[in-house]
Structure formats: structure tokens, C-alpha cells
């Protein structure tokens, strides 16, 4: 299990108690006998404390484990799952978005285009990625790889996990909204097998951009939303304390997608996350793109366009009256 | 006679004429109103008969659905479709309000079943499908139904072989449709691209306001894009864009009027020759002034009419 | 025919000439009687300079007439020959270049898409459009207009007339070469019937990028080069005072063209430029355009493909020896 | 046996060795050079070695065309085509210096025919056509001679389905050769355009310097952009661009590390390392893992090879 430093709101509790756990095992248990008994017990109510906390998240503790900074990146996939990457850089037009990762990498022997978000693992490689939320060139970028990966018969394995597509000045004067629309154009014709994992935040259009598919893989800490929790709170609430409230109103969680017929799989998560096992979640991981893949392969070009589109046409569509 | 004129006169007979249902229902009562954008006095009979555009300032007040599509279709021609497509609430969405509270008073509020509508007319005598956003319905957010009815529009064109045209006024997805309001943006991008393979004109107008998940999805993928004058247009609102980046915003931000400049409208045209310039551009893209089509063309005689 | 601003250096003499004449005509003719003779003479005099100056203009000087400021320009043209236009801005990424022109005419009945390079008529326009020399964005304006034309089955009519691609910093920074070769395979490949109308400076790369396809029709004056005269003397000479001599050597005149199997037709332009008599010269190029037009549309859409494509591969053919 | 090598066997048996005619033609005699990047004294053979990059400092030396050639192309498997291809001068072009005494003179100096060399070879096992641009040859400048040659190179490999790979260095158009020059852009972007259709594979390698005429055609239509350390790239030379804006050019302006941040060129990539990632490239681009591609599969067994 990995060292982690960033602590969870939530599990202050927990990390209170194993502070006085320390407290208690620094002491002379020589001296006091009951010492002993006390420090088995604290062990004791820690662990059943966190089966308690983690086997039940609700979806805003959810959301922020999405957002754990020591979560596996879409750069600890590419590197954990592909071999042989060769980065492709560039939308051949402005500029490369360092926000977007595009290549080309081979999974248990499959030759795949990926594309990816991509957060940084500290600061500075943070505010060269712009914190994982793309210009357009990203989703120029992204959509230039989706069509080579047509072009060239090979699959593409998507990663999604942003905050969102970057609301900046620039970002809306290059056509943020354009760059976003021309990758679900691209994205809902394309001749070749789409796999998308969710393995952390999916914020809103600028997830979608590359966020659906042929098959939809969510992490079970993952979330894919329509909005944030704290932007629907500010919006319905004109307050953003109400970021719990609308994080489950939002139905935003890995089930709530698979339950809403948007997403395929849960990749279960180690306790407390994938940051506690990221060498676990990201073989999980693998096997599961894999599985798809290789289903995936077998299906003709045509029939997966029709097959895709049809699944999202038949989304909402349950819920309408006439 | 020719065809365009033969479509006229036929269609004229078939389509039965759509009343604006709910003209006006948003203007106060008095006869008299002041324009937000000149702040004169205006005869609110003389703003109506110029479609809400402010005879002293050109200033474009906001339209319903109807008033739109009625100004754009041939007279008489209008016909609508899927006129009674509800939304039944799929999260069960209660947080602040409940969402079926919200959908009531939207409906009361405008007499419309949703926030789009849709339906079939004759443009500048070319058979199309015409699409307008009513701002007042949930801020012409796009929930299921929108995104059904968006996307049945465009394969009703497709089937139908007409044109589509999409005037947009929206805040963006439909927050208490949660996820099936994001995964709208898909459903329509994929319509279109269906519609777009089969050969076919889109033409998108974009209202004010238009932004979110609506701007980045269907609108923009069209073959030309116009848009309103004064419009604001764009992904994120500007007030997130200015508390994001902490910067000022330039001048013209988002406007209809510097989209051009920046590449991604053809053309800001004034509301009272919208018409006219839509019947324009439909005029080249139904042309196929090279035969050799085979595939593709665009706008022949529609098929399954003569049932 | 139009009064006429702007005199060209070789035109000088016969400036001189005129000036000396108006003299003469100021003078009383009744207190010299030789003097009516003397203007007779000298009219007479300079009408045949005039003929013998213009009827055998140098590739040099015809380069100067091209750059004219009076010469009609593309928005001339498209006023002149198409109905019902619509102009089409942007280029769906960066931004609109007014250096291009791009929009949809009628000519004699036929609907077409139109592109072509837009010189300003006067200081302010020159700068707003950049003297008509286009930034990459122009380029995707014009390839995106090609699309369209493409899709919807429409010819395309483009007008040449740019000293070059603009040569600056963000220019080269947005993909220069880039925006143009994409025009040129679009071009290339172009499944409907492409018009080319030299209409004055065909400056190299930029001009080409809107400058080949089916029929290339060239204004008697117009030129269309690898490189200017000046700079080709500037590089041959290091010197950029041999421009009369690289002119002629780079063989860039319309007839030069038609001879080379470039160019197909010569539109004849009145004596001294198409300045002299616009209205004469639009009414010979909607014909020339009209005929080429009629002829193209009777193709069937892979057979002009294919023709274009092997108009292309024989140029240079021939002067390959193996 | 794996299929590729199979192909290497097989190839290696029918390919004959085209020796380097001309390596280090322009090297002066000394055994000892001075690096134009770092100043150090290097020796010859070890720079050589080393494809003329500098041990020292990394810098990237000239390299002629077949140098770039056989590093790129599997042992023994190159063997050249159009190697004899000269130009007739189409414009008897005589301004200055007459043509045809520069093209004797580079002809003279360099040993090859024109300013470019194409041929067929194995690439990491795939079946290709190479081409690399000798700036040596009247700055590697493309005529009718250079635009026919590209224009085959493309034609034979969509014939045989090979992929192509590419290193380009060029001061642009042939200014010798007028408007024929100019034309050559059009020329082998149609190529392009016709290989492309195929769904083969292109692969570009930028060299220094590449400019004009030349980049703004067939290189950068490429599917995968590759270029070299420090290499300079460009349309307009930035003399040029210097005089004309009248402005400092930022630093690293036109480098290929500064078009990999302008979204232009995928990678920087060291000399030393090129051919195992071009491989590498194209292990992918010729591997269609997705089965039902019928048409515009890309580099299965050649046509036309059995023979
Ligand atoms: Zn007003
Ligand atoms: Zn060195």
C-alpha cells in the first residue's frame, strides 16, 4: 500500500483516532496494563470505523476521492498498460494542449490509439497541464488521434478525468465549444471500437468530448457528471455548501451511470481508493480493457457505428411521454 | 410551374397552420414598453410586428419558439412534430425544488410541453425541418426531451430528405437530468452526423443566449452558422470564465458579433431579414448544380410525402 | 474609361508626352498657326507610343500593370459577375481573415462557391485585409468554402490576385505551410469543378493554395510566379535591381503559362490594363467563367478528379529526362 | 516464421545494396572537425559514426540523402528507383548563371543525379518507399525533376501498398524552373491526396533546413510528423519574416521544438533514434488491428512483388 499525504475531509475522523492510537503506543504499556487492552480496542473500532466509512461513501465523498491528488493519473495508466507508447503531439492548427495526452500504445499485444486527460502530480506539472482541464487544441489534438485510429484500423482506449474543459478567455475565443462538438461528431462515426475508463473526475462537455463510446468502464470512485456538485449548488441554492445535496441528486457515481444505462462496468476500488492500491486498480483495470477490446475487435466496422449510435439514441429516450 | 412553386401549393394544402400557441405570454400588459437596449418608449403593436427587434435601436428582444418558427417558415406552412414529448423525470430530482415542480411551472408558465419545438415547413420554398429553443422553458436547457426531439428532428429531415434548420437561445444540458442531460450532447452530435453523411444542409442560427452543452453540441456542427446580432454565444458563461481566470473580460466577449472575428459564425444578421438570408443560403445548398450526384444530394423531392 | 490615379514607372514618357501636349493646348493657337500642326503631331505621336508601349508590354512591366492599384479587384469581380451572394466568414478555429474572400454567387444562372484573395482599394481596407496577402486562417477559410462546394455539388470559382502568403511571426506560428498544402490536397481531390481566374499578382505558394483545378483562365496582364521578381533577383543577383531580367526569366505572364500548359485561356484586357476599361474586363471574364463553367458541369465528378490529377502529374513531365 | 521476417528474408535476397556514393562528399579532408553547436574538436569518425550528430553536444550535422537512407531503411533491403532522373530545363533559364551549368555543377559536387533520392526498402520489417531530400543539390530546391519523383514515390507505394517515410531538407521551390516548380506543390500534394485516399501509411521527417514550396506540400500532409533536433522549418525564411514585420523573431522561432509546442510536429526526435521510432511508427500505422477494414487496409503483402 502506498504512503498517503493528502487527507479527505471526511476521513478526518479517522485519521484523528489513529493519531491517538499513536499517542497510545507511545506510552509505557509496561506501566499500565490496561494499556494494552485500550490500544487493541482503538485498532479495533479504527477498522471497522473505515469498513463503516469507505463501504458506504456517499457521492460528494465519492467525488472527492475522484479527486484525491495521489489518484493514479491517465499517465499512470498509459505507462502501466501500454507498451511500446509513442506520443503524438499537436492539433495542427494552434497549438499542443499538455492537458490532453494522445499516442499510441499496445495492450496486451492489441495496437491502440489513447487519448487521455491529464491532471499533474504536483504543482508544477499542474499548471503546465492546466490542472487536466483542456484549450480546444486538446480536443483538436484528441480528435486528430481519433481519426488516424480510423484511418489505421486500430482501436482507441480513452481516459477520461477532468474537472472540465478549461472556461478561460482564450479557450472560448478559440471555439471551445466547437473543438468539443467536432470530437461527438467524430466520436459518434467513428469506424473503429471506442473504450472510455473513467478513472476519476468526469466534469460535464469537456469529459464527453472523449468520454463515450463502445464500451464505458468507470472506477467505483469515479464520477461522470452533467455538472459540479458545487456549481449545481451555487446555481439551485445560491450557495455552494450544497455540494452533498446535489452530489446525489446528480446521480453521478460509477453505479448510478451503470444503473442509468450509460456505463457497462465497475472496476471496484481497494478500500479508502485506488490511491491505497494504485498497482491493484490499474491490472484491474487492464484486464477490463482488455475484456472489451478483444469483444470489440470482433464486431465490423459498420455494425459498431450502428450498434453505438443506437445506444445513444435509446438514452433518455426511456424517459420521455408522448 | 415550377417545382419550388408546385411544393408551395401542395404543402400549402397539406400542413395545417400552427398558431403561436403562447405569442407574448412573457410581455407585461401595458401598451407601452421600454427597450433594454435604448431605453426609448416602444409601441409594444410596433416591436411585435418587427419581430421584438427595437425600431430605434435594432436592439433584439428575446422571441418564443413559435414566433421564431412562424417568422422563418413560408407562410402557412408549418407543421408540428412530436408537439406533446414531456419529460418524466428520470433522477427523481428534488434537490432545492423539485424538478416536476419545475417542468409544471414551466409548462404553465409558456403552454409549451418543452423547451423546443419542432415540425416540418417550406423555407424560401425548400422543404425543411425547422427547430426553434423557447428561453423561457427552463432556460431552453436540454434534457431528454430536447435531445429526443432535436434528434428525431434530424432524422426526420434525413428519412424526409429536407434541409434542417435550428434557431438556439439555451443555458446549456439540463442540470436535473443529470447525466442523461450530458449524454444529450452525444445523441444530437450523432443525429447530425448521420443527417450530415446523407448529404444534407444545416443550417443553424444562434439566439441569445446560447451556451453549456448546447452550443458544444448540434448548433455548431452545422454546414453555416448564423447567429443573432447582439447574441452571446459561447461554452462557459462569462461570469465563470471571470471568476475562473480572474481577468477582465475584452470587450465584445462572446458576442455574436466577434464569433465572426474569431472564425466560428458566418454571418450576424438582423432577425427581420433572417428569413430571407436562410432562404438565400438554402438556395446553394439544395443547388446541386453539379449532377453527377449519384449519392447524396441534397433536397430532391421528399419521399414518403405522396402517401 | 475610368480616370486613372496611379501612372507605372514605364509609363512615365508618355506622361511626359501629355503634360508637354496640355502645354501646347494652353498656348493661343491663333498667334502661332504652326502650333496646330505641332499638336497634331505630337497627338499623334503619342497615340502611337501608346500602342507601340502597351501592344509589347516586358514580363516586367506587365507585373506592374498586375499590381495596378486601380486594377479591379476580387470583390469587384464578385460584385460584377454573381448575383445573390453570401459571404461566409471563419475558419471554425482561429479566426477570419478578410485577406480572403469566401462566400456563395450566381453567375449566369449557376450557383457556385467563390473564394479568392481581396486586396483593399484604398489604405484602411489595404490594412484590414493585410494588402491581400492571407495568414493561415485565410487558407482554412477558403478549404472549408471547398468543402462546402464539395458537399452540396457546387463549382468553385476562386480569383487569384496576392503578392504571397503573409510572411510573419504568427503567421509562421499558426501553420503557415500547413494551411496551405491542406488547401492543395483538398484542391486535389475536390469532387466538384474547379474555375481559376488570374486576375492580377499570383504570387507563389499562397497564390496556389486557391490556384489550381480544372480550368485556369488568365487576365492578359496577370502574372503567376514561383517568387517575385524582386526577390528572385535579390537572390540570383544579391542585388534586387535585376527584377526586369528574373521577370522575364521566370517566365510568369499569362501567355508564358498557356504555353507551358499551365494556363488554358487569355483574357485580353484593354490597351494599357484592365484599369483602363473595368467594365470591359468583367463582362470578358463572366464569359470566359460562364463557357468554363457550362463545359465542367457536363463531367462527371470522378472523371474530373482524374483529369485534374493527371493535368497535374503531367506538368514538369515532360522536362524530366530518365 | 513471423510474417515480417519473412518479408526481411525475402527482401534481402531480391534488394541489391545501394552503396553511399557520395558520404561526406562535403567533409573536409581533416580528420578533426569543430562541432558548429558546442565549439569541441571532434573526430571525424567518430562523428560519422554517430550519423553526424555530435557527441558532445547533440548538435545535428548535414547529412546527404543516402546517409539518411540507410540509416532509416532495414540492412540491405534499399535499393533505389528514378535514379537517373535529370531535368531538360524547361525554362532555359539563363538569368544570373544559366541553369543548366548549376545543375551541372551540383550534379558534379554532390555525384547524385537531382536533389532528391527514392527508393524501396524494409522499414522495422515494413515493406516501404524512403525518400530523403540532399540539401547539397542546389539546396535540395524541387523542380520537375524533384516533384516528379516525390509524385512516383507516392504512386508506386500506393501500387506495391508500402508506406512511406520521408526526410525532407529544402530551401523550397526551384526558382530555375518558374511556374513548373511551383506547380510541383500541387503535383505531390495530389499524390499525397491519392496515396492518402488508400489508407496507407505517411511518414514525415523534417529536416534542417526545410522551408517553402517544400514544406507547405507534401511533408506535412504526412499522417505522423516527426523532426529533427534544432531543425529550422518553415514557409517563410525568417530573413524574411524579419524584414517584413520589422519585429525580432522570438526565441527557437521556426525550430522543431517550437512547432512541437506550436501543434505542428508530433516529436523531436534525436538522429540516433530515428529509425527505431519511424519502426515503431509504423508498427502501428500498418498493424489494422480493427479486422473488417475491406478496403484501405494498410501494408499487407505487396502486389506485383512476386513477379
Ligand atoms: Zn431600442
Ligand atoms: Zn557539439
Known amino acids: 500500500m502506498a504512503a498517503v499525504r493528502h487527507v479527505m475531509e471526511f476521513e478526518r475522523p479517522i485519521v484523528e483516532l489513529e493519531r491517538q492510537l499513536e499517542d497510545l503506543k507511545r506510552l509505557d504499556v509496561s506501566a499500565q496494563p490496561e494499556l494494552a487492552e485500550e490500544i487493541a480496542r482503538l485498532e479495533s473500532e479504527i477498522e471497522m470505523l473505515k469498513d463503516a466509512l469507505y463501504s458506504a461513501l456517499t457521492p460528494w465523498e465519492r467525488v472527492q476521492v475522484a479527486r484525491h491528488p495521489e489518484r493514479p493519473k491517465t499517465q499512470d495508466y498509459v505507462a502501466a498498460l501500454f507498451s511500446e507508447v509513442v506520443e503524438l503531439r499537436g492539433d495542427r492548427a494552434y497549438g499542443d494542449d499538455e492537458a490532453m495526452f494522445a499516442g499510441f500504445g499496445t495492450l496486451d499485444g492489441v495496437r491502440c490509439v489513447v487519448i487521455g486527460h491529464r491532471k499533474g502530480k504536483n504543482t508544477a506539472e499542474n499548471i503546465r497541464r492546466n490542472f487536466g482541464s483542456p484549450h480546444p487544441e486538446g480536443f483538436r489534438k484528441a480528435r486528430r488521434a481519433m481519426l488516424l485510429a480510423e484511418k489505421f484500423g486500430l ?6 478525468d477532468t ?18 462538438a467536432e470530437c461527438l461528431e467524430t466520436l459518434a462515426g467513428l469506424r473503429t471500437p471506442v473504450v472510455v475508463v473513467g478513472i476519476g473526475e468526469g466534469g460535464s462537455g469537456g469529459a464527453l468530448a472523449i468520454g463515450f463510446g463502445d464500451r464505458l468502464i468507470m472506477l467505483e470512485n469515479a464520477y461522470y457528471s452533467v455538472i459540479s456538485p458545487e456549481m449545481a449548488s451555487l446555481i439551485l441554492f445560491k450557495d455552494p455548501q450544497h455540494a452533498a445535496e446535489t452530489a446525489s441528486a446528480l446521480r453521478l457515481t460509477a453505479a448510478d451511470l451503470v444503473e442509468l444505462g450509460i456505463a457497462d ?14 498497482a491493484l486498480v490499474l491490472a484491474a483495470v487492464e484486464a477490463a480493457v482488455s475484456r472489451a477490446l478483444r469483444d470489440l475487435l470482433g464486431v465490423p466496422r459498420d455494425e459498431l457505428v450502428t450498434r453505438r449510435q443506437a445506444r445513444l439514441a435509446a438514452i433518455g429516450a426511456a424517459f420521455v411521454r408522448e | 410551374m415550377p417545382v419550388s412553386d408546385w411544393f408551395r401549393a401542395r404543402e400549402q394544402r397539406r400542413y395545417t397552420v400552427a398558431s403561436p400557441k403562447t405569442a407574448s405570454a412573457d410581455l407585461p400588459d401595458g401598451v407601452w414598453l421600454k427597450c433594454a437596449g435604448c431605453k426609448h418608449t416602444v409601441y409594444r403593436g410596433d416591436l411585435e410586428k418587427n419581430l421584438n427587434v427595437c425600431p430605434h435601436c435594432g436592439h433584439h428582444t428575446e422571441l418564443t419558439a413559435f414566433e421564431r418558427l412562424l417568422a422563418l417558415a413560408d407562410d402557412g406552412t408549418f407543421e408540428e412534430t412530436d408537439a406533446t414529448m414531456t419529460s418524466t423525470d428520470p433522477l427523481r430530482f428534488t434537490a432545492a425544488k423539485p424538478y416536476a415542480e419545475t417542468l409544471a411551472a414551466a ?3 409558456t403552454g409549451l410541453s418543452e423547451a423546443v419545438v419542432t415540425g416540418r415547413a417550406l423555407v424560401g420554398g425548400h422543404p425543411a425541418v425547422l427547430g426553434a429553443m423557447d428561453f423561457r422553458f427552463i432556460g431552453a436547457s436540454m434534457g431528454s426531451v430536447v435531445g429526443e426531439k432535436v434528434s428525431r428532428a434530424f432524422d426526420r429531415a434525413r428519412d424526409e430528405r429536407r434541409a434542417v434548420v435550428f434557431v438556439t437561445a439555451s443555458g446549456g444540458a439540463r442540470m436535473q437530468e443529470g447525466m442523461i442531460s450530458l ?5 444530437t452530435a450523432a443525429a447530425v452526423r448521420r443527417f450530415s453523411d446523407a448529404g444534407l444542409p444545416f443550417v443553424a442560427v444562434l439566439g441569445n443566449p446560447t451556451y453549456g452543452g448546447v452550443t458544444a453540441s448540434f448548433p455548431v456542427l452545422a454546414d453555416v452558422i448564423l447567429a443573432e446580432p447582439g447574441a452571446m454565444v459561447g461554452f462557459a458563461g462569462p461570469k465563470l470564465v471571470e471568476e475562473t481566470t480572474r481577468q477582465s473580460l475584452p470587450k465584445g466577449f462572446q458576442t455574436a458579433e466577434s464569433l465572426v472575428r474569431h472564425g466560428f459564425v458566418d454571418a450576424v444578421v438582423p432577425r427581420t431579414e433572417l428569413a430571407q438570408t436562410v432562404a438565400r443560403v438554402l438556395d446553394y445548398l439544395c443547388a446541386q448544380e453539379v449532377p453527377e450526384a449519384a449519392e447524396g444530394a441534397a433536397c430532391p423531392v421528399p419521399r414518403g410525402e405522396g402517401s
Chains 1, 3 share one sequence.
Do not use: C, N
Open chain 1, 155 to 160: 482501436p482507441v482506449v480513452s481516459f477520461l
Open chain 1, 163 to 180: 474537472a472540465g474543459a478549461y472556461p478561460g478567455i482564450e479557450a472560448e475565443e478559440r471555439g471551445q465549444a466547437w473543438a468539443i
Open chain 1, 265 to 278: 462496468e465497475v472496476v471496484q476500488e481497494p478500500r479508502g481508493g485506488a490511491h491505497r492500491d494504485p
Open chain 2, 107 to 109: 409548462r404553465e408558465k
Open chain 2, 183 to 187: 449524454m444529450q450532447m452525444a445523441k
